[in-house]
């Protein structure tokens, strides 16, 4: 109910303020498990998605927005847990683990989840490497994986003396399932190792559909790695 409310507040919300477009809607089914997977270039992303289209998403958000002690972020903090959103450490462990558990049960209600595998924005426009678990979700729950491409979603200084969102663009392409002997591929893989390698061409093929539909330049490299500082550059495609 909460998110609902949300949700019908947020929507006329972008409308006003930022005069977002988003296509393809109709390639969201309305039942039935579907990951959408996209690219990550602002924080626009989440809330637009939230907003412009008519199911409950589940999105894995960074685990600082769930821990950070000031007032506001406490309070961010309990508007996403009650909108049912799963924190996630970046870096891996057991926080990961648990929340493509809790993602994976969302999946198997028939549910939906979103994520955006390259699991930080990227920091010049460019479409990264995908982390693993939006494969890993897919082959182990043969969920339908929505791609999506985002324009214009990150926050940027013009003429207005603080940041904002310039007609922002959601793009959402057709569904696919990754063919049975792919899923036994993972399912059945004799070793860790394996499965690796499966999970990895799995995860490179959702970048490739997300590329389709962006246009950006792929890098085979992660956007983020926390040993190294991010380089900041241009704010995406337009």
């Known amino acids: 109910m909460f998110y609902e409310i949300v949700r019908r507040v947020l929507r006329p919300l972008c ?9 393809g809607r109709e390639n969201i089914p309305a039942t039935g498990p579907v990951i959408l997977a996209g ?6 992303e989440t809330f637009l998605l939230v907003a412009m289209q008519d199911r409950h998403a589940t999105f894995p958000v960074k685990r600082e927005l769930f821990t950070s002690k000031t007032p506001w972020h406490r309070l961010f903090g309990w508007i996403l847990k009650s909108l049912g959103q799963v924190p996630m450490d970046r870096t891996g462990g057991r926080d990961s683990v648990d929340a493509l558990a809790s ?3 969302v999946l198997a209600a028939g549910g939906l989840v979103a994520i955006l595998p390259e699991g930080h924005r990227s920091p010049d ?7 693993t ?17 985002c324009f214009r979603t990150r926050f940027v200084w013009r003429w207005l003396p603080f940041p904002w969102l310039f007609r922002p663009e959601i793009r959402i392409g057709e569904g696919f399932h990754f063919p049975e002997e792919v899923r036994r591929a993972f399912l059945d893989a004799p070793g860790r190792d394996e499965a690796a390698v499966v999970l990895r061409e799995a995860t490179d093929e959702v970048m490739r559909h997300v590329q389709a539909i962006t246009g950006q330049e792929m890098v085979d490299e992660f956007s983020y790695h926390p040993r190294r500082a991010p380089h900041h550059g241009h704010s995406g495609p337009a």
């Open 15 to 23: 409308y006003i303020l930022f005069w977002p477009v988003i296509a």
């Open 39 to 44: 690219n990550h270039l602002g924080s626009g």
């Open 103 to 105: 993602m994976r049960d």
């Open 125 to 131: 426009g460019r479409l990264y490497r995908g982390r």
């Open 133 to 149: 678990g939006v494969a890993r979700l897919a082959l182990s729950t043969d969920a339908l994986v929505v791609p999506f491409g």
